[in-house]
């Protein structure tokens, strides 16, 4: 299979899994939705996972250039899809309540933080960061209060996430497409090519060689098989959370095993892609 065809196979697993799980995230009587606030809010997660998975999805559809936006996708629903997996993990339905307070404390501490910043700046839109603040510090202390068992848990940094979940292996990947995201230095190698006229210089010694000049190409420089990374991380944001989730929400196995089976065909589809990435 040559590599065009590899591309378009793991695409199209790809945008079959989404669309499996629109198929089984269909709740029925006997779902539990709406008695916890921690698995509906982990529903949700999923739901902004699989969003950005099809935004990855019709950007390769549409041209390997998209890459770069890709991966800022990917890297979303990656996020998204922990998240959800942390808050549904604890067996303890209050245990996972405690978390979801914990977790929602976030919004606190971005208006707290926004209101500082804003201070200097602007007294009126502090003041209404601040206020926004309280009513959500108000809102959770009272939900709090009222919590008959289980311990409030902050939201802890991803690599901790990615510990208890068992897959701390893929944050190295995650930071790497980070990259993109946070416009850091070598994002630029997307879009960026230098060619060097190095001088012939048989004695030099070090690590930077002696050029006469440089040509600097702009453009896309992505290949097919570079999309491996992203439609790894934007798919395993949904498998490592989906059928956790549906699961809690009572979800038959047999719609949960759907999401098993899809994800059976798409790993070697990319697994497939991968062997033609250049090294």
């Known amino acids: 299979m040559d590599n065009k065809s590899s591309f378009t196979e793991a695409l199209g697993r790809f945008g079959s899994l989404l669309s499996c799980f629109r198929s089984v995230a269909q709740p029925s009587a006997n779902w539990t939705l709406g008695r916890y606030e921690a698995d509906s809010a982990a529903l949700a997660l999923v739901e902004l996972a699989v969003q950005h998975c099809w935004a990855v999805h019709d950007l390769g559809a549409r041209d390997v250039r998209h890459y770069v936006g890709a991966t800022a996708c990917a890297r979303c629903s990656f996020e998204s899809g922990a998240t959800a997996a942390w808050l549904v993990f604890p067996d303890d339905p209050f245990d996972r309540e405690g978390r979801w307070l914990g977790w929602y404390k976030d919004n606190e501490r971005f208006y707290s933080q926004l209101a500082r910043d804003l201070k200097s700046k602007s007294a009126a839109d502090a003041e209404n960061a601040r206020r926004a603040a309280e009513r959500y510090a108000a809102w959770r202390t009272a939900i709090e209060a009222k919590l008959p068992r289980g311990t409030v848990t902050p939201k802890p940094n ?115 892609l991968q062997r033609s990435l250049k090294r």
């Not at 990947?173 to 990259?179: E, T």
């Not at 999309?227 to 009572?250: Q, Y």
């Open 158 to 272: 991803l690599p901790e996430i990615l510990t208890e979940l068992g897959h701390l292996q893929l944050y190295a990947f995650y930071r790497g497409v980070s990259q993109v995201a946070h416009a850091e230095p070598d994002a630029l190698e997307c879009v960026r090519r230098t060619e060097y006229d190095v001088v012939n210089h048989p004695g030099h010694v070090g690590p930077v060689l002696p050029v006469k000049g440089q040509t600097i190409h702009f453009g896309s420089f992505v290949e097919e098989s570079d999309w491996t990374i992203p439609l790894r991380m934007a798919a395993w944001g949904v498998l490592i959370s989906a059928p956790m989730v549906l699961a809690r929400l009572g979800a038959t196995a047999e719609a949960v095993n759907r999401l098993f089976e899809e994800q059976d065909r798409l790993h070697p589809a990319i697994d497939l």
